[in-house]
């Protein structure tokens, strides 16, 4: 556990096995049990549950803001599933978005370390390290497997308060809502669920400036059929 930033803290626990075949590998721990014995046990990985609160995150071109949240992150290195809630609050998404999602990637973890003490910040560049080993000894053993995956089970997104979404000189909302992610988390096959509400916000088209009326209500209702294509009623 950390404290970052002027008021976040981060703290991490648990245990999650190299792959699904437990008795055959070593799992990546982060440990603080009470009970010695479950921690020297290789066949007990509860998963690793990770607490946030009030982070300051900043992803170059796509995010800015406090990030608060538990997520229970299951499976395996190969085969990763995330579960849990997360909250974005007093701060903007970019539509514009990362070209390149290495590089937000990069700015993510950038973002984070640098905030990050000596110790923490060891501790999370050995288990990129180690992540990386593990998967890249797995598939030169198994090059007919199927490669690493990202799964959401039931993962809780929320919006708000004082979130805003906006494109550069477009458009400028201020968001706030819940929705449920399901499935391979990748733009093409995760399914979200739940419905986001523009609260106020403005659209402006160089000749011409529009603003969200107060007597709509205002929304994106996301269905898993139609994963990030939502259906918007302004």
Do not use: W
Request: aromatic share 8%; proline share 4%.
């Amino acid at each position: 556990e950390d404290r970052i930033g002027r008021k976040g803290y981060l703290r991490l626990d648990g245990a999650i096995p190299a792959t699904s075949n437990v008795e055959k590998e070593v799992a990546l721990t982060m440990v603080s049990y009470e009970e010695e014995a479950e921690s020297k046990n290789p066949s007990y990985f509860p998963g690793v549950e990770i607490k946030m609160d009030d982070l300051e995150m900043k992803v170059k071109g796509a995010f800015s803001g406090l990030m608060n949240g538990q997520i229970h992150v299951g499976g395996s290195l190969m085969h990763v599933e995330l579960g849990g809630a997360l909250n974005f609050s007093h701060g903007s998404f970019a539509l514009s978005g990362v070209s390149d999602e290495r590089a937000s990637l990069s700015s993510t973890s950038q973002s984070l370390n640098s905030s990050l003490s000596a110790e923490m910040e060891q501790i999370f560049s050995r288990a990129r390290k180690g992540v990386e080993s593990v998967r890249k000894a797995y598939q030169d053993q198994n090059p007919a497997s199927t490669s690493s995956s990202l799964v959401c089970k039931s993962l809780r997104v929320s919006l708000g308060p004082e979130m805003k979404v906006f494109f550069p000189f477009v458009l400028n909302f201020t968001v706030a809502g819940d929705l449920e992610m399901n499935g391979v988390a990748e733009p093409d096959k995760i399914q979200p669920s739940g419905a986001l509400y523009f609260v106020n916000g403005d659209v402006n088209l160089v000749a011409t400036q529009m603003y969200l009326s107060t007597e709509q209500q205002n929304r994106a209702v996301f269905v898993p059929e139609q994963g990030l294509d939502p259906i918007v009623d302004v």
